[in-house]
């Protein structure tokens, strides 16, 4: 049962899920009338930048996690047992093999791909877009263009596509994009994923 939740975003187009759940937060959606059952009041969930964030911050993780998931179990499977036996034999807690043992060589195996997942996140254009078009809108916070919600991506593609600003998107496409290299590159680096195992 657990292992269809966690599978259950990969059997369904992303951009489905998305609109479905953007549906389902709107006023009289089914997600905002059990919060109001639950907690009482009066739960905008679209129309609150806060509540949206949340909204979408639970989302993109529900829909990254089928990937993790099986990145993560595939990981764990591929663990030698004897490393633990041996770690036993030594009298080590559960602890101290969590620590030393799985978490090491987990963390080994995912962090190239865990920084990866991260700055893809940077252009997720379709969970911003679908869910609420970068909105709840404030001008007096954000200008004209932008939305409470709005990405990097998806307020370049409202400057270059809808207001046809297309060298000023270009310049922060850019800037993202050093910014992007400089961030993956620290953290390959940092990761020491691409260091021979000893």
């Not at 911050?57 to 990254?64: E, K, M, P, V």
């Not at 041996?86 to 602890?95: C, L, N, P, R």
């Not at 997942?117 to 954000?142: A, E, K, M, V």
């Not at 961030?183 to 195992?197: D, L, P, R, V």
Request: charged residues 10%.
């Amino acid at each position: 049962m657990i292992r269809t939740v966690f599978l259950l975003p990969w059997a369904v187009p992303a951009f489905i899920t998305i609109m479905f759940f953007s549906i389902m937060t709107s006023p009289n959606g089914q997600i905002t009338k059990l919060l109001e059952g639950i907690f009482g009041g009066n739960f905008a969930i679209k129309s609150s930048a806060n509540l949206t964030r949340i909204a979408l911050i639970l989302l993109q993780t529900w829909l990254g996690s089928s990937y993790i998931f099986l990145l993560s179990t595939g990981v764990l499977q591929g663990i030698p047992q004897d490393l633990y036996e041996a770690a036993e034999i030594d009298g080590a807690t559960g602890w101290q093999k969590l620590s030393k043992i799985t978490l090491p060589l987990v963390l080994f195996q995912t962090a190239p791909l865990l920084i990866g997942q991260y700055t893809f996140n940077f252009n997720n254009f379709s969970i911003i877009y679908l869910f609420n078009g970068g909105g709840p809108f404030d001008p007096s916070n954000y200008g004209n263009i932008a939305g409470s919600t709005d990405l990097l991506i998806s307020y370049i593609y409202k400057l270059t596509i809808e207001k046809q600003y297309q060298s000023i998107g270009a310049a922060i496409t850019i800037f993202i994009s050093l910014g992007l290299m400089v961030f993956a590159y620290i953290g390959f680096k940092n990761s020491k994923a691409f260091k021979e195992e000893k």
